[in-house]
């Protein structure tokens, strides 16, 4: 199973297409996720012309609409393997310690979230830890991105940068 992951795109207005490069790349997956901070719901209308089974939770900063139509967690099983979604509030300093203690009655083999812009890939714990990053703004990264998992006997998880 191959998984496109996406955050913080805030597109809303004029300002509402994805980078032709992560378009190309989630052409194809079997699973779209996208962690939150959309911007609007044309975003996940992009991200469903690009693959079927596309999950999402809603952000921060996202408006009314995305908040109704929109989880702000989910459990995701994927094969043998659970994911665990959220977007992440607070510090960008203590995001994992936050994502952890919202999955902690789930068994989760990785969580996913967003929030703070800035790319993550780690395991603690047994856990994988994994920020795609913002594939539109900067605010606290020196680089945008995205993401890919690959999930056969384990988990394989990349950040891509744009």
Same mark, same amino acid.
């Given at each position: 199973?191959?998984?496109?992951v996406i955050?913080d795109?805030?597109? $809303?207005?004029?300002?509402?297409?994805?980078?032709?490069?992560?378009i190309?790349d989630?052409?194809? &997956? @079997?699973?779209v !996720?996208?962690?939150g901070d959309?911007g609007?719901?044309d975003?996940?209308?992009?991200l469903k012309s690009l693959c079927a089974d596309?999950?999402?939770?809603?952000?921060?900063?996202d408006?009314?609409e995305?908040?109704?139509?929109l989880a702000e967690?989910e459990?995701i099983?994927a094969?043998?393997?659970?994911i665990?979604?959220t977007h992440g509030r607070? $510090?960008p300093n203590?995001?994992i310690?936050?994502?952890?203690?919202?999955f902690?009655?789930?068994? &989760? @083999?990785?969580? !996913?979230f967003g929030?703070s812009h800035?790319?993550?890939?780690t395991?603690e714990?047994g856990?994988?830890?994994?920020?795609p990053g913002?594939?539109?703004?900067?605010?606290?990264?020196?680089?945008n991105?995205?993401?890919?998992i690959?999930?056969n006997?384990?988990?394989?998880?990349?950040?891509?940068k744009l």
């Open positions: 199973m191959r998984i496109g955050a795109t805030h597109l $809303s207005g004029g300002n509402n297409s994805l980078p032709q490069k992560i190309e989630f052409k194809g &997956v @079997d699973m !996720i996208h962690a959309l609007s719901l975003v996940l209308d992009q596309v999950r999402a939770v809603w952000g921060n900063m408006p009314d995305v908040r109704n139509a967690k459990v099983q094969g043998r393997y659970k665990g979604l607070g $510090s203590g995001l310690e936050m994502v952890t203690e919202v902690k009655t789930e068994k &989760v @083999d990785l969580i !996913i929030h800035s790319a993550v890939n395991k714990g856990i994988i830890y994994f920020n913002s594939p539109t703004d900067k605010m606290f990264a020196t680089y991105s995205y993401g890919l690959e999930i006997d384990g988990i394989n998880a990349k950040i891509v």
